[in-house]
Every structure is written in structure tokens, then in C-alpha cells.
């Protein structure tokens, strides 16, 4: 996980150790092992489509804290 605090802290323009890239990336990879672990295969491609834009706008909100 630090290395994905690493990118959204870059992304933001933000030191990592603040609290939004920290929670940025633990939602992401909540989100993918809820994927892997709790989609039903004929499910996978739609809750990817919802999880990838869930992680979006969280870092699209986080930009304009930020900003």
C-alpha cells in the first residue's frame, strides 16, 4: 500500500503521510479484494466499472480539498 500512497500523494500534490492519499489507497485496495473475494463472476466486469469510478471520483474529491 505505500507505493499506492506514494502515487495518489503525487497525483494530489500532497505529502504521503497526509490522511487523504492514506485513504485513498486503503479504499482501493478495499475495493479490489472485495473484487476478488465477494463479485460473483458474472458480476466482475460491472462491479469493476463501479469500483474503478468509486476510486475516481474519491481522488477527483480529495484534488479539490486538496487544492
Do not use: H, N, Y
Not at 478495499?30 to 476478488?36: D, K, P, Q, T
Not at 458480476?43 to 469500483?51: G, I, P, R
Amino acid at each position: 500500500m505505500p507505493e499506492s500512497t506514494r502515487v495518489v500523494a503525487e497525483d494530489l500534490g500532497v505529502a504521503p503521510e497526509t490522511v487523504g492519499p492514506r485513504m485513498a489507497a486503503a479504499a482501493a485496495t478495499a475495493v479490489i479484494i472485495e473484487l476478488f473475494t465477494g463479485t460473483e463472476k458474472f458480476e466482475l466486469e460491472q462491479a469493476m466499472v463501479t469500483a474503478l469510478r468509486f476510486i475516481e471520483v474519491g481522488i477527483e474529491s480529495l484534488a479539490q480539498d486538496a487544492g
